[in-house]
């Protein structure tokens, strides 16, 4: 069956293969994820395999504050890494959760600390639709302790220049590609330990 232009020009933009064209959006997703925006941020923080000592079981994700990364616990001594954006200020939280929701393209309902903050945000109380404008990115892990929703997330970051930062109100931001990775490899009850920023 012969190939349309239409159909072959957008499988070559998709795919990056036009010199200065960056790939638009990955195959499946409703709104544009940039796989180039991957490069953009500091090697140290590029998404990888490796080698990772630790007593938590496979399925684990362990966030290190201080360092900005997440490990998500292959088991066998390995984890993938990911870099982070982490809460700025007083916003750094720590400790135990288990993720009982998970959202693609969620909608971001601001908390009454960000009205508060930003009374501005009263506009969005009913929620901001998933997509491009909207601050959780393309995936969102919802995180609670107990039935307690802790109103803190993994969720995408809208800025590569976030990631290996303290710029989040509390949340754990990834780039929207590692963000979409992790949500493929995670389940619903995966226990997250959040470690101190100064341990």
Known sequence: MPISRRALLTSVLASGLLPGRQALALSG??????EAEAKKISYKFQRRDMAYETQEPAGTLVVDTKHRFLYHVLGNGQATRYG???GKGGNSWSGE??????AKWPVWVPT???LARYPSLAKDIHGVPGGPGNPMGARALYLY?????TVY?????????DIGR???????????IDVIHLYDRVEIGARVVV???NG
């Open 153 to 161: 997330r993994i969720h995408g970051a809208t800025k590569p220049s």
């Open 145 to 149: 302790q107990g039935e307690v929703d």
């Open 112 to 114: 009454a600390d960000h």
């Open 195 to 197: 470690l101190p920023a």
């Open 166 to 176: 303290k710029m989040t109100a509390g949340c754990i931001g990834l780039l929207n």
């Open 29 to 34: 997703e409703p709104f544009p994820v940039n």
């Open 84 to 86: 982070v954006a982490v």
């Open 97 to 102: 959760a288990v993720i009982k929701r998970m």
